[in-house]
């Protein structure tokens, strides 16, 4: 087995309340990496078409990649995937903090988790061995209550926990799994489908450091990043993703009262430098990262704010304050923190939040739907009130739970033309009207809206950072970004298959390495003479991985769409007039099907998928045409 891996893969199944350890082949390492690819192999495998995704036959697994808990900077990732609730199509998501690294020092590479508990249970694991316990005192708590209970019934506060809340444990379709109360692997329901298993904590506690090929070279590295990250990274450790609020804003990039405009006049009072000003008590990070990142803060009112959960995203920040209309900095952190206690992606969240403001706007919400609450857009109370009631499914809540698509159906067409969500997963808080290629990203990501594993086109306007950080893929030209001609998503192709192979390899995509430095990464970890094509190679068979799960679930081109919203102007601001063509989407997308080696109903070719070393998928997708 090469260095930077245990070898080892735990396989847990609840019901029967019984563990294995199994050993893959190394080649399904080197073909794999870990991460978002292995996940998806695992889910192609072993699950049977139509599998319902909150039923006990889903599985749900939990990866480290290659790097995870190499003492360098970026390491401390893990994923997690399932077929997901609230999409039906393939599910994964990512967290930082220390819990992968600690899963790694404790002896696996991944975790894969089948059936269902007759009753609810956690899983331990401590150096190679692993138990299934009963978890009945933890069942209805929140993240801070159940981890505080499992440090002191384990009598270790260094233990590492990858949990649900009560949102989790009600299903609620974008609930989300907390590692360490304030890393949250926010996208695609995962927190759902592991209350679906009655399965409330993963604890881990490992040891035995991650064994490397080339200590010296690896240490080199980390030092080289702890060195420069003044240099490469300082705006991100001063503000955090908070920092780019106010620019957004002036770009008109700023997601405002449910994408119906792009600047907002409370902007200021939600930007990281109010933040740092008034309520930042602290900067977090994750596993051996100097960057630090993370925002921690604390407040006594007009809300009390506990800084155990942390401190609010970018992400967050957009979708609970500008989204809604808040411009309540305290308001938008204690829904924030309310998230991370229950469990609840905050992107979905926000949105569900305000798709219900417009709606009762519009009228298509009574009183009696709303309990009285009445959600109006700036209502920072009614606000914070809609986060506790979906994590609890209350009221309205309730409706909400189930993610604007099904609530959008259930309120009929006149909601469906503004539930923004693609695939069935609400929209991040990227405005594409400002980045032509990320709504393209939108449309195309096979776990709907997604913006982490997206493009950003603003970075590649021009020459700089952005551009020079492409080069070595053959990217030599700025490309504007209102653009969606061939050479816009040759960029997005092959800067898309990076993202992917970041999150095989579940590596930060906010710690500075370049390409060519990563790539030495892997070399010095694993002793592989590799480069930069063979990793490349990686994220291109995760995409295509990903992409025949969502074909074999009856996903199609029609699924391939941006929300209509996004095909209009806004009336003012610096993008007054500006709006993504319908029709040059769809040229755009048939040219990005035609680069991957997809068919006209985006189905991967037999020989596409041979020249990735993924044969054995074309027996389970429809012929192509």
Known sequence: MPPGYTGKVLRVDLAQR???????????????LGGRALIAQYLLRELRPGTDPLGPENILVFATGVLTGVPVGGSGRNGVGARSPLTGAFGVSEAGGYFGAELKRAGFDAIVVHGKAASPAYLYVEDGRAEIR???????????????????????????????GPAGEKLVRYACVINDLHHAAG?????????????????????????VADPGAVAEMGRWLRDNVDKLARAMRDLGTAGVVTGLDRRSGLPTRHFRQGQFEGAQALS??????????????????????????????????????????YETLAALGSLCGVSDLAA????????????????????????????????????????????????AGAMVALVERIARRQGLGDLLAEGVARAAARLGPGAQEFALHVKGQEVPMHEPRLKFGLGLGYALSPTGAEHCNNMHDTMFTSEGPGLDEVKPLGILEPVPANDLGPAKVRLYYYYVSWRHLLDSLVFCDFVPLDLDRLTSLVSATTGWDTSLWELLKVGERCHHLARAFNVREGFGPG??????????????????????????????????YEMAGWDKNGVPTAGRLAELN????SPLLPPTQ
Request: include cysteine.
């Open 272 to 313: 990281g430098r109010t933040m740092r000003d008034t309520i930042l008590v602290d900067r977090g990070s994750c596993f051996a990262c100097p960057v630090r990142c993370k925002r921690v803060v604390q407040a006594q009112e007009p809300f009390v704010i506990d800084r155990k959960y942390g401190g609010p995203e």
């Open 18 to 32: 019984r563990t294995w350890t199994e050993e893959p082949p190394a080649g399904t390492y080197r073909t794999y």
């Open 332 to 379: 938008v952190c204690k829904a924030g923190e309310l998230c991370n206690a229950y469990g609840l992606d905050t992107i979905s969240t926000g949105v569900s939040v305000a798709f219900a403001m417009e709606a009762s706007e519009r009228g298509l919400l009574s009183h009696d739907d709303t309990d009285g609450l009445e959600p109006r857009f700036g209502d």
């Open 614 to 617: 993924l044969g054995w998928v």
């Open 559 to 592: 699924d391939d769409r941006l929300p209509e919203r996004f095909f209009s102007a806004f009336d003012s601001g610096p993008l007054a007039g500006v709006a993504i063509d319908p029709a040059a989407l769809g040229v755009a997308k048939r040219t990005f």
């Open 187 to 211: 996208r695609t329901g995962m927190g759902a489908v592991m209350g679906s298993k009655n399965l409330k904590t993963i604890a881990v506690r490992g040891h035995k450091p991650v064994e």
């Open 134 to 164: 009963d978890a009945g005192h933890l069942w209805g708590l929140t993240t801070g209550e159940s981890q505080e209970r499992l440090h002191q019934e384990l009598g270790d506060r260094a233990i590492r926990t990858a949990q649900i």
